[in-house]
């Protein structure tokens, strides 16, 4: 666990909490638009190892961010939609230059469409994660999901990232700025959906 502070302005926070439709990681409601925006984006039958969903913000879950990892012409491509208010943008694929697969003969990184990825079990499983660290944290958010497929079995697993108050106050004023102490907590999920508190 790590711990943050976030300085924010008053203002300006409840400006941007007042404008455009929010979509939230950890709302069941929500869940099939953010999976209808990834589809639309990237395409359904997107072969992926790995898709991101985060928030651009801490201490939100807002869905702002998704990141598609894929394999094309054997080498690692990188794909990122980034949905900020008024000004979304679906960015131009990469190469990931630190990951590139140089694949040979029958070598083969397993990968999934998109449309078999399970979206509807985040919510839940957010909720379960939280009981592993609720006598500790009063409150979280969660700010990132991860699916990532393994790349011998095809089996999907998953990271989750919360940002977390802790117990007992977090947050203090300081002149026109809120200050919040908060604690980053990361999950592991495996492919039959056990959840485990990262240390």
């Known amino acids: 666990m790590k711990t943050k502070i976030l300085s924010t302005l008053i203002l300006l926070s409840l400006f941007l909490t007042s ?33 991101s969903l985060s928030s651009m913000n801490d201490l939100s879950d807002r869905f702002q961010i998704a990141r598609v990892d894929y394999i094309k012409d054997k080498k690692s491509y990188n794909r990122v939609y980034v949905g900020s208010p008024g000004k979304p943008k679906l960015h131009d694929e990469k190469i990931n230059t630190n990951t590139t697969f140089l694949l040979k003969g029958k070598q083969k990184r397993s990968q999934v469409k ?30 990132s999901y991860d699916f990532d497929v393994d790349s011998k079995t095809n089996e999907i697993s998953a990271k989750m990232q919360f940002h977390c108050t802790p117990n007992g106050g977090s947050t203090s004023f300081q002149g026109r700025n809120i200050v919040t102490n908060y604690y980053e907590v990361d999950f592991d999920i495996d492919a039959k959906g056990n959840i485990t508190l990262r240390e």
Not at 19 to 47: M, Q, R, S
Not at 115 to 143: G, M
Request: proline fraction near 3%.
């Open 19 to 51: 404008c455009g439709e929010e979509l939230h990681l950890d709302n069941v409601e929500d869940i099939p638009k953010i999976k209808a925006t990834v589809f639309e984006k990237f395409g359904e039958n997107l072969e992926v190892y790995s898709l």
């Open 114 to 143: 998109l449309k078999d990825i399970s979206f509807e079990k985040i919510p839940d499983q957010a909720a379960k994660a939280f009981e592993l660290i609720k006598d500790e944290f009063n409150n979280y958010v969660l700010h």
